[in-house]
Nanobody, 114 residues
Framework: VQLVESGGGLVQPGGSLRLSCAAS????????MRWYRQAPGKEREFVGR????????AYVDSVKGRLTISRDNAKRTVYLQMNSLKPEDTAVYYC????????WGQGTQVTVSS
C-alpha cells in the first residue's frame, strides 16, 4: 500500500488549495479514505472521510462548509478541496486508509499566512 499526498503550499488567508492523495497497492474503490492533519506542537487530528463510492462524507466541525473531500476511483485518487483557508488550518495534511492495518502517506505541508 502506498499513499502519496501532493498539492500543499503557502496560501494567504481566505485562499484555496486542492490536495491530492494518490493510492496504490490495494483495491482503492473498496475502501473509505480519510484525511488528517497535524499542526505544529499538536496531535494529529481527523479532518474528514469519504465512503468507498464517493458519498457518505463526514467532517470535523471546524472545517465544515470550507473543506470538501471527493474521490475519483478511476484515478485512484482522493482530494481535499480547501476554501476560505484560515491561519489555524496550517498543518501537515495526511491521507490514510485502513485495509489490513492503517497506512499513512508522507504528508503535504499547508501554510496559511499573509
Amino acid at each position: 500500500v502506498q499513499l502519496v499526498e501532493s498539492g500543499g503550499g503557502l496560501v494567504q488567508p481566505g485562499g484555496s488549495l486542492r490536495l491530492s492523495c494518490a493510492a496504490s497497492g490495494f483495491t482503492f474503490s473498496s475502501y473509505v479514505m480519510r484525511w488528517y492533519r497535524q499542526a505544529p506542537g499538536k496531535e494529529r487530528e481527523f479532518v474528514g472521510r469519504i465512503g468507498s463510492v464517493g458519498g457518505n462524507t463526514a467532517y470535523v466541525d471546524s472545517v465544515k462548509g470550507r473543506l470538501t473531500i471527493s474521490r475519483d476511483n478511476a484515478k485512484r485518487t482522493v482530494y481535499l478541496q480547501m476554501n476560505s483557508l484560515k491561519p489555524e488550518d496550517t498543518a501537515v495534511y495526511y491521507c490514510n486508509v485502513f485495509t489490513d492495518r492503517i497506512y499513512w502517506g508522507q504528508g503535504t505541508q499547508v501554510t496559511v499566512s499573509s
